[in-house]
Nanobody, 111 residues
Framework: DVQLVESGGGSVQAGGSLRLSCAAS????????MGWFRQAPGKEREGVAC???????MYSDSVKGRFTISKDNAMNTLYLQMDSLRSEDAALYYC??????WGQGTQVTVS
C-alpha cells in the first residue's frame, strides 16, 4: 500500500518558519512529480509547490520566494520549507504523488 505521511505542521507567529515533511512508503518519490497542496476553511484546495522527477520546481505566485520544495530520494521524503509565514498561509497542507496519492494533511496555523 502507498502511504504518504505529513508532519511538521504547527502554530507559528507571522514571519516565522516551519518545515513540513512527507514520508512516503510503497512509493518512490524520485519516480514521479511530487507536490504540496493546501486548503483553508471555506476555500478550495490549491496547489502550493511541486517538484518533478528531474528536480525542477514550480511554485504558486502566493508562496514564490518564501517557500522551498525539495526531496531526499535516499530518505524517500518530500519537504516544504516555509519562511516568512503570513496569516493567509494558515491551512491544512497535503502532499501528493502525481495527484494519485494523498496524505492526510498537517495543520499550519499562523497568528
Amino acid at each position: 500500500d502507498v502511504q504518504l505521511v505529513e508532519s511538521g505542521g504547527g502554530s507559528v507567529q507571522a514571519g516565522g518558519s516551519l518545515r513540513l515533511s512527507c514520508a512516503a512508503s510503497g512509493y518512490t518519490v524520485s519516480s514521479t512529480r511530487m507536490g504540496w497542496f493546501r486548503q483553508a476553511p471555506g476555500k478550495e484546495r490549491e496547489g502550493v509547490a511541486c517538484i518533478g522527477r528531474d528536480g525542477i520546481t514550480m511554485y504558486s505566485d502566493s508562496v514564490k520566494g518564501r517557500f522551498t520544495i525539495s526531496k531526499d530520494n535516499a530518505m524517500n521524503t518530500l519537504y516544504l520549507q516555509m519562511d516568512s509565514l503570513r496569516s493567509e498561509d494558515a491551512a491544512l497542507y497535503y502532499c501528493t504523488a502525481s495527484s494519485d496519492y494523498w496524505g492526510q494533511g498537517t495543520q499550519v496555523t499562523v497568528s
